[in-house]
């Protein structure tokens, strides 16, 4: 459950009766005050004053399990699934319900071939990155593997260029 520290005491955070009991993985407190709760297993939480959202896959956020959360300079949300990546829009109007705007599908395997460059083995890098090439084209491919240098690190994105050209042929 979500607790918060409320005049000297630490007590339950006083979320809807309809929400039950959540997994949190992770948090994040918007530039407006809501609160966005990572869930394990239900997707995505949105508590505002008077107000409480879920997003699930239902309701067209790419997965249930939420590995983070982060705003960015437009007021935005991303969120990253087990699935894929989704952005809610900034608010328009107050109490405003977001939409759920999920990425196009070459955008979505990039993402996912890049979760697989970061933590998977040589074969499973093969398999994304023969996947990737269905949708994506070779020169945003190449320039993944290039970028992956950045944030997974040397030995990683030179085995997914060994993979890639094993794959091309090149």
Do not use: K
């Not at 530039?31 to 505002?48: C, K, N, P, Q, Y």
């Amino acid at each position: 459950g979500i607790r918060r520290f409320v005049g000297g005491r630490i007590e339950a955070h006083p979320l809807s009766a309809a929400m039950g009991q959540l997994r949190s993985q992770n948090l994040l407190r918007d530039r407006d005050g809501g609160l966005w709760i990572g869930t394990a297993d239900r997707g995505l939480v949105h508590v505002r004053p008077g107000r409480t959202d879920g997003f699930a896959q239902p309701d067209g956020l790419s997965g249930n399990y939420v590995h983070g959360v982060f705003e960015d300079r437009e007021g935005n949300i991303w969120v990253a699934t087990s699935d894929g990546l989704d952005r809610f829009l900034q608010l328009a109007e107050a109490g405003a319900t977001p939409d759920v705007n999920v990425l196009d599908d070459a955008t979505r395997q990039l993402v996912r071939t890049a979760a697989v460059i970061a933590a998977g083995d040589e074969l499973a890098i093969r398999a994304a990155l023969a996947n990737a090439s269905t949708t994506v084209s070779t020169e945003w491919i190449e320039e993944l593997i290039l970028q992956s240098y950045l944030f997974c690190g040397f030995p990683r994105s030179l085995n997914a260029m060994r993979e890639w050209r094993r794959l091309t042929g090149e």
